[in-house]
């Protein structure tokens, strides 16, 4: 939000419009395309909202490939491959290995990275999730190892439950001290 272009050029901090600016990427806007190697960093951004695909979960590995995927679903894409990010419009470069320094890096380039109050993308496969009353509805069941109280999830994709339990806050600490 305080972040200054610091290039010159307009002092407004109205980046609208500016496709390939690294600055202001937030979930509501922007689609994202993680290359290979970068699957944890996928379910990161997909507990902060992202709709975060992931190419190797899309069949693409490819540099071509995985261009056209990004261009075809206007997916920004997110990668350590410099040349792959050189050849690709608004493409993020990682230089980190790490997850969290990874977080860090997309943070200082702009990328909005805040968890969700509750989640609705799946962090295994990307699915859209739809919140489950397993109090109310005899049809469902709170899973064995789910806590006994608070809201559940489940991925309309592939099926897997959700609850904003410990890793949840975990994750949300690690966000907060980017
Ligand atoms: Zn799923």
Same mark, same amino acid.
């Given at each position: ?9 307009? !002092?407004?901090?109205?980046?609208? !419009? ?13 689609? #994202?395309?993680?290359?290979?190697? #970068?699957? &944890?960093?996928?379910s990161y951004?997909?507990m ?11 069949? $693409? ?6 261009? *056209? %995927? ?13 040349? #792959?990010?050189? *050849? ?24 909005? %990275?805040?968890i969700?109050?509750?989640p *609705?993308? @799946?962090g ?14 005899? &049809?469902?069941?709170?899973p064995?190892y789910a806590p006994d109280e608070g809201p559940i999830w489940?991925? %309309? $994709? @592939?099926?897997?439950h959700f609850w904003t339990g410990s890793h949840w806050d975990d994750v949300a600490e690690t966000l907060a001290? %980017?």
């Amino acid at each position: 939000m305080n972040e200054d272009g610091g290039m010159g050029g307009h !002092g407004g901090e109205d980046t609208h !419009g500016d496709a390939t600016h690294p600055s202001a990427i937030a979930p509501d806007r922007d689609a #994202l395309l993680l290359d290979a190697m #970068l699957g &944890n960093l996928a379910s990161y951004l997909r507990m902060c909202g992202y709709d975060a695909a992931y190419a190797p979960d899309r069949g $693409v590995e490819d540099d071509t490939a995985i261009r *056209s %995927l990004a261009a075809a679903e206007g997916r920004r894409l997110i990668t350590r491959d410099r040349s #792959l990010a050189a *050849s690709t419009p608004g493409a993020v470069l990682l230089t980190e290995r790490e997850t969290t320094d990874q977080l860090r890096e997309l943070h200082e380039a702009g990328v909005a %990275l805040e968890i969700e109050a509750q989640p *609705s993308r @799946c962090g295994a496969c990307n699915g859209p999730v739809e919140r489950v009353d397993v109090d109310e509805d005899e &049809n469902e069941e709170r899973p064995e190892y789910a806590p006994d109280e608070g809201p559940i999830w489940r991925c %309309l $994709v @592939c099926d897997q439950h959700f609850w904003t339990g410990s890793h949840w806050d975990d994750v949300a600490e690690t966000l907060a001290s %980017l």
